[in-house]
């Protein structure tokens, strides 16, 4: 008997579209064939199961099918009905479909293994768990030492997220002076050489005595930084570059920056054209090259570098700070002092764990990757181009998977896959599973071989991210300790990219610092004032959240996409210059709100969506967010005279009242970048 002179889509119709969160996608058919439902005969197929109704089983008669399929080292099954009505018990038989696939594949989340290195290697440690990442680190240079850094970096991680109550104390308060006669021999000493050797380089060339410790060799970089020629524009501006420099530190510049979410299973309106940024990310900067110039830099301007020393404790007192070190070459301990610390540890800092009383971050991008040369051919990708924000598929096993790719020079490519991730004790978040991942899934989203891939260099991290609900709802302060860059949670809550951020207000922390260290200033309270709070960007981690799948929750997959996908789209209609803004932390009160009632006005199943996947006590601490920016907007537009003032008011308040001359220019950065509106100091040298 003939069909119905009707559509394809009018005769299919899909009823669920789920995930079981496990890579053994085999496993998943067996499960299913042997399945049976309430009512209908099921008959196994080769990828899935069909189940009809009615005894003649008529060609006409309405019947489910359900399939499946592997992708993102994940499996995805879909349920449709093929007929023109409903089949028996049609709702009831989906509703326990699902809830059986989710009884039998529940979400997991793995842990590494012990790995003991007295009689293996790493690679051998870690093959039976993470195959592929133990088979291509073999094929990375220096992948050993690598790979022993993730899986250490891993280890550190969980271990600080699982005792958030107990951090280990590792800076010590003591009453009264040290003893020491002696003057201080360094002004500031800076624990980590990756971010925080720009920040070193910025004050020693200010003339302070400056000592800059980091644990690695220095200038060896485990990732690579892109940033835009606007933003880069703050350290010629300071003068720690030259333009000729900067131009070296290239690696290379593409054209164009595609974001773009995968919305083959989002309902129409959930779709949306690529929105192209060509300046944001859009150069690629040579990371070790730079670390070697700024070192350059430090050295010329007297400064020292103590490389593979690693930091064990500080003691504070009255008069200085006293630092206890290990030469990890020799394993000798080393004790130095100075007058201030600044933590640059990152995110594996236990003095940031310890200030934040054991909870320095909300969220986080377990972030892997790597350089390549060669692999993915010119018709797949131009190398003139690059994906800032991509996603390749839906949800797999609890995340949402985020692709970067950009053009690093001589035909390399620099890639990085990550998901934002809300930090849980069961659940802190893995880079060797995020390596499984990007080493499985790679093929898929840029169609190559993997052996014809020549891996250069891995990319790995944590990136941290803290909800504020105010600018003093961080602790990024002790007396005579600062913390900044990753270990202050100095990042955008979009694209997570410390490195823009901390030179983004580059200018902002050196004056401030300059200042303390000047007249002294340098209590717990005072250096708190040092700091880069934006309440545009605090206001903004709802995005982060929205993009975050809750521990032990299951969201139907397309959900993160679909939202990502209406507020992209949005941003695609709208003049290029707005999600420049946006994107790079400039977001104007104004503007905020203009996207936020527009998103929600052309989908309002997007309020849901935010609720459902943030819950009451996170909106609420939302709402406290928005209405501090809202505050501190109105702020700034009443004291819109301050910056006007600054020269005036330094001359009336520095040298007799320097501690209000502290306060006074840290509101002026609170009511002009803190709030979005860029402030250029009339003297970046002052």
């Known amino acids: 008997m003939p069909l119905h002179p009707r559509s394809f889509d009018d005769l299919m119709k899909q009823l669920l579209y789920l995930e079981a969160p496990t890579p053994d996608t085999d496993r998943v058919l067996q499960w299913l064939h042997a399945w049976t439902p309430t009512t209908g005969r099921a008959i196994a197929t080769r990828d899935g199961l069909r189940i009809e109704f009615g005894e003649d089983n008529r060609s006409n008669e309405a019947c489910l099918s359900i399939f499946l399929w592997s992708l993102q080292r994940t499996t995805y099954l879909k349920v449709f009905r093929w007929g023109d009505r409903r089949v028996p018990q049609e709702r009831a038989i989906c509703d326990r479909f699902q809830a059986d696939l989710d009884a039998a594949f529940p979400v997991s989340y793995p842990e590494p293994p012990s790995v003991d290195l007295s009689n293996q290697s790493i690679f051998e440690a870690l093959a039976t768990h993470y195959p592929k990442t133990a088979e291509f680190f073999q094929k990375i240079p220096n992948g050993d030492a690598d790979l022993q850094r993730v899986y250490w970096w891993e280890q550190r991680w969980r271990e600080g997220v699982r005792s958030p109550k107990t951090p280990k104390t590792v800076v010590t308060r003591r009453s009264g002076h040290s003893g020491k006669t002696d003057p201080a021999p360094y002004d500031l000493i800076y624990l980590g050489g990756a971010l925080g050797s720009i920040q070193a380089t910025v004050m020693a060339q200010r003339g302070y005595r400056v000592l800059l410790i980091e644990r690695l060799p220095f200038g060896r970089m485990n990732r690579e930084w892109n940033i835009s020629r606007q933003e880069f524009q703050c350290l010629i501006d300071l003068n720690v570059f030259t333009q000729a420099e900067f131009e070296s ?161 001589n035909g390399e490519l620099t890639l990085y896959l990550f998901h934002y991730h809300e930090i849980h004790p069961d659940n802190p978040g893995s880079l060797l599973e995020m390596y499984e991942d990007f080493f499985t899934i790679l093929p898929e989203y840029r169609r190559c071989e993997m052996g014809e891939v020549s891996f250069k ?188 003032m600054e020269s005036s008011l330094r001359g009336a308040l520095e040298k007799r009242y320097p501690a209000l001359w502290l306060q006074v220019l840290s509101t002026i950065y609170a009511v002009t970048e803190g709030i979005g509106r860029p402030y250029r100091a009339r003297s970046s040298g002052s």
Not at 473 to 497: E, H, K, N, W, Y
Not at 507 to 529: I, P, V
Request: charged share 20%; with cysteine.
């Open 249 to 409: 530190l290239i690696a290379c510049e593409y054209e164009d920056g595609f974001n773009k979410f995968f919305d083959g299973n989002n309902p129409v309106i959930c779709r949306a054209d690529v929105l192209h940024t060509p300046e944001v990310l859009n150069i690629a900067i040579d990371a070790e090259k730079l670390l070697r110039t700024c070192g350059e830099k430090l050295r010329a301007a007297g400064a020292e570098i103590w490389e593979r020393t690693e930091f064990i404790k500080a003691e504070i007192f009255d008069d200085r700070a006293v630092v206890d070190l290990v030469d990890l070459e020799s394993g000798d301990a080393k004790q130095i002092d100075g007058r201030a610390i600044v933590d640059a540890m990152g995110t594996a800092s236990p003095i940031a764990w310890q200030i934040s009383d054991g909870r320095p971050f909300d969220s986080v991008c377990p972030t892997v990757g790597a350089v390549i040369d060669g692999g993915i051919d010119g018709e797949v990708w131009d190398e003139r181009l690059g994906d800032v924000l991509n996603s390749h598929g839906d949800i797999s096993r609890g995340r949402q998977l985020i692709w970067e790719l950009f053009p690093a020079g």
């Open 457 to 644: 260099k891995a990319t790995f991290g944590y990136i941290p991210g803290y909800f504020s609900q105010g600018s003093q709802d961080r602790t990024v302060a002790f007396d005579r300790l600062l913390a900044i860059g990753d270990a202050a949670s100095l990042q955008s809550p979009l694209v997570f990219t410390g490195f823009g951020s901390l030179v983004r207000n580059t200018n902002r922390l050196a004056r401030l610092l300059d200042t303390a260290l000047k007249h002294d200033l340098l209590a717990a309270s005072q250096l708190d004032l040092v700091r880069a709070y934006q309440s545009n960007v605090a206001v903004t981690w709802l995005f982060s959240k929205g993009m975050m799948v809750p521990t032990h929750r299951t969201l139907p997959p397309e959900r993160i996409n679909s939202m990502l996908n209406i507020f992209f789209g949005l941003l695609a209609d709208e003049p290029p210059h707005v999600a420049d803004t946006f994107i790079k932390d400039r977001t104007s009160w104004l503007l905020f709100n203009r996207l936020a009632i527009t998103a929600a006005w052309r989908t309002p199943i997007l309020l849901w969506w935010i609720w459902d996947m943030a819950g009451p006590v996170d909106l609420l601490r939302w709402v406290g967010t928005y209405l501090n920016f809202t505050w501190q907007s109105l702020i700034g537009f009443l004291l819109g005279w301050l910056p006007a």
